[in-house]
């Protein structure tokens, strides 16, 4: 079992940018893949970047080039660095650890909400 506990969260305007924290109560490099998700208001929950152990990467095509994800092994931390906000960017967003190297998740964090607005 682990816990995650995401930080970082908070309102900004649009263009701007925030860093997003995960720190794992176990070490995460038992796990073959670490995530965030994303839910907005209304909406359902989606993909939003996957990181596996190898330190492979990707994105949802909606952040891809804006979003960047990295993890420290050592500090058993992920981060999500997501630059040139958009509104719709607005969400609560949720670290997740994968046993798997696909977007399935096994483990969610509470989440960390996230507003772009002027």
């Known amino acids: 079992q682990v816990q995650l506990v995401e930080s970082g969260g908070g309102l900004v305007q649009p263009g701007g940018s925030l860093r997003l924290s995960c720190a794992a109560s176990g070490s995460i490099f038992s796990f073959n893949a670490m995530g965030w998700y994303r839910q907005a208001p209304g909406k359902e929950r989606e993909f939003v970047a996957l990181i596996t152990s190898g330190g492979r990467s990707n994105y949802a095509d909606s952040v891809k080039g804006r979003f960047t994800i990295s993890r420290d092994n050592a500090k058993n931390t992920v981060y999500l660095q997501m630059n040139s906000l958009k509104p719709e960017d607005t969400a609560v967003y949720y670290c997740?650890?994968?046993?798997?190297?696909?977007?399935?998740?096994?483990?969610w964090g509470k989440g960390t909400l996230v507003t772009v607005s002027s």
């Open positions: 997740t650890a994968h046993r798997g190297y696909d977007r399935r998740a096994d483990y």
